[in-house]
């Protein structure tokens, strides 16, 4: 396995803002955070094969070495921090604004390793022209081949053999989708990795549908209640008037007070109330100090105060705004605005559409679901709000041919790539149940037939029927903190409680998605950094043990 020292004028290092991508699809910009510039250039090339268990071709994976510097925090030893990196690109980024270098010199750590997921950003195989080519490609897309990458990018930095960094022990690090790659990697190649932290990590989300009967909605409104019961009510309350206006007809109300790009009719009503339940999720679960994905800082408080202060359809719309439109870019919500989402650049709409087709997928594609779902009709249209996803072909054509005269690579590599995931083994049943039903109105189901019969058609896979994270798996390691937070909807899919001495959870209050992983920021919570101080407290007894 070669590993290439050439940053071919890859990095980017820059001071100010910095840009962090999450799970969920949400970007983070902020100058408070307290982001490091990288310098000297840390971006290399490492060669991987295409499929670990078969010898058929090779690609650059982008991975970042970053020696740590002694500082008088702690004398280093030979501890090496991995990022896993998760379903984004940008690798030169993402690592500069997360925690790890804080614990770097807390933990007396001698280098900073992250990895680029395989097939996102400009990790991918060269020259795939070919629709052939790039379903063949796409087929290595596995859980396996996957860890397999990181893990051979550990093994070449602090193996016995290595020049870099022999015989050191790794700790990996993940947000999410990273948070649930690094307990697996733990759980999957102990001999090489030593320790994990796995941040609103779902490790039970994947091939479980028995958790989606209401999960994610019901848990949103429990979120809700809990946090401020007065803003709760507020928000139910005209949740129950969008859902009156619609049994009145009131079309042209709705669309006024909620500023619908279309006057909703009768089978829109599916679509535009989870367009409404979504925002809601994604106000408290991206709940940050500091501007997130052009949403404001503490959303959450920014939405309560307004909806106890305005009229329930002016709370909700502000609640949209806060949501998905707080650069004030869109001049209206809702599925016939693609061009001027597209056109906005504006990361929490865009984020919002691949959010919302984990239920495109079951609930608004009639040729997989019937015409009607606890008593809201479906669209007769293609996949829910698909204008927002153009990669995504609206034909039943199989999945080679739907992509025949496209650019196979570079816009669509975060669509299709993450799309092939969430089909094969990271399924994200995003529903509702009672909770969801009495608070929102509505309790989308989960239909787990049609979401394999999609996925089937459009890519040749379907989901995992087990999850890869059972509590067997967690009973026979070591050494894992999970980490869930009180705002955060992902963690009803993560653990609840401790399962071992070393394999522990910590509940985080009053914090966001990922938010004890990313860097410190002057506005963060108190709670938020407890947390952190006390996983680095967790990871010194680890490291001081042996």
Request: hydrophobic fraction near 40%; charged fraction near 15%; include cysteine.
């Amino acid at each position: 396995r070669r590993v290439h020292g050439n940053p071919s004028g890859e990095m980017r290092g820059q001071k100010g803002a910095f840009v962090w991508l999450f799970c969920w699809c949400l970007v983070v910009v902020s100058a408070s955070l307290n982001c490091q510039p990288l310098q000297p250039p840390s971006l290399f090339n490492f060669t991987q094969e295409l499929d670990h268990n078969n010898n058929n071709g090779t690609f650059h994976q982008r991975i970042q070495v970053i020696p740590v510097p002694p500082s008088g925090a702690r004398a280093q030893r030979n501890v090496v921090l991995f990022y896993a990196g998760p379903e984004n690109a940008w690798v030169d980024y993402t690592m500069p604004c997360t925690a790890l270098f804080s614990w770097a010199s807390q933990l007396g750590a001698v280098a900073l390793i992250g990895a680029e997921h395989r097939f996102f950003g400009k990790s991918w195989p060269d020259n795939i022209t070919t629709p052939d080519e790039y379903a063949r490609v796409m087929k290595t897309l596995t859980l396996d081949n996957i860890l397999a990458d990181y893990a051979a990018v550990i093994r070449a930095y602090t193996g016995p053999a290595s020049t870099f960094y022999p015989n050191a022990r790794v700790i990996t690090f993940g947000g999410s989708y990273g948070g649930f790659l690094s307990a697996m990697m733990r759980i999957s190649y102990p001999d090489l990795v030593y320790g994990a932290i796995a941040s609103a990590a779902p490790v039970l989300l994947t091939g479980a549908p028995e958790l989606a009967n209401g999960t994610w909605f019901d848990t949103v409104a429990d979120i809700f209640s809990t946090s401020d019961p007065t803003c709760a009510a507020a928000l139910s309350k005209g949740m129950q008037l969008v859902k009156t206006l619609f049994a009145q007809q009131q079309f042209a109300a709705l669309k006024s007070s909620l500023n619908l790009c279309a006057t909703p009719t009768p089978t829109s009503q599916y679509r535009d109330t989870l367009l409404l339940m979504h925002a809601a999720s994604l106000v408290p679960q991206f709940n940050y100090p500091f501007k997130s994905a052009d949403k404001v800082p503490f959303a959450f408080s920014a939405v309560c105060t307004a909806f106890k202060n305005l009229q329930p359809l002016d709370g909700l719309r502000n609640m949209l705004d806060i949501a998905y439109n707080n650069s004030g870019k869109l001049t209206c919500f809702g599925s016939s605005s693609p061009a001027s989402l597209l056109s906005s650049s504006s990361s929490s709409a865009l984020s919002a559409s691949h959010f919302l087709l984990q239920h495109a997928r079951s609930l608004d594609f009639p040729a997989y679901l019937p015409p009607t779902s606890r008593g809201i009709a479906t669209s007769s249209g293609n996949l829910l709000l698909s204008p927002f996803v153009f990669p995504i072909p609206s034909s039943s054509a199989s999945f080679p041919r739907s992509f025949a005269g496209k650019n196979l690579v570079g816009d669509i590599s975060f669509e299709m790539s993450w799309f092939y995931i969430t089909c094969s083994f990271f399924l994200m049943p995003i529903a509702g149940g009672e909770r969801s039903n009495t608070f929102f109105g509505f309790a989308p189901p989960y239909n787990l037939d049609a979401i394999n019969k999609y996925c089937f058609d459009k890519f040749g896979v379907t989901g995992q029927p087990t999850p890869p994270i059972n509590a067997t798996a967690l009973s026979a390691t070591s050494r894992i903190v999970f980490s869930n937070m009180h705002f955060d909807p992902v963690k009803a899919f993560s653990i609840q409680q401790n399962v071992s001495e070393t394999v522990v959870l910590l509940m985080i209050d009053n914090a966001g998605h990922t938010q004890d992983v990313i860097a410190y920021d002057t506005a963060e919570q108190a709670e938020v950094t407890a947390a952190r101080k006390r996983e680095t407290e967790i990871m010194n007894s680890w490291l001081d043990a042996e």
